[in-house]
């Protein structure tokens, strides 16, 4: 989820051939929502922003799993790796 504007979105999908929507949040209702809109401090800046959570979504809706610390390097494989247990 993005709070990037939908126009923004598309023209990066566009330009990276990416195959799938991505979902925009503007309004930062559902970011809130699931608790990862808010403060966050960089290089002695603070500023409103998104944590780096993931969360795993079962067919019905139930979240079934929650990954809070992100590693980005290594994060596809890690989910894969968590999906094929």
């Not at 808010?38 to 922003?49: A, D, N, S």
């Not at 959570?53 to 989910?79: F, L, N, Q």
Request: glycine letters at 6%; one cysteine or more; a negative charge.
């Amino acid at each position: 989820m993005s709070a990037d504007p939908v126009n923004k979105q598309k023209k990066f999908c566009d330009k990276q051939n990416f195959p799938y929507d991505l979902l925009s949040d503007e309004s930062h209702a559902m970011l809130e929502a699931y608790g990862v809109w808010g403060k966050k401090k960089f290089m002695g800046r603070e500023y409103m922003g998104i944590s780096r959570i993931t969360y795993i979504i079962d067919e019905d809706g139930k979240i079934e799993h929650v990954i809070e610390k992100v590693k980005t390097m290594s994060h596809a494989k890690d989910i894969l790796n968590l999906l094929n247990e």
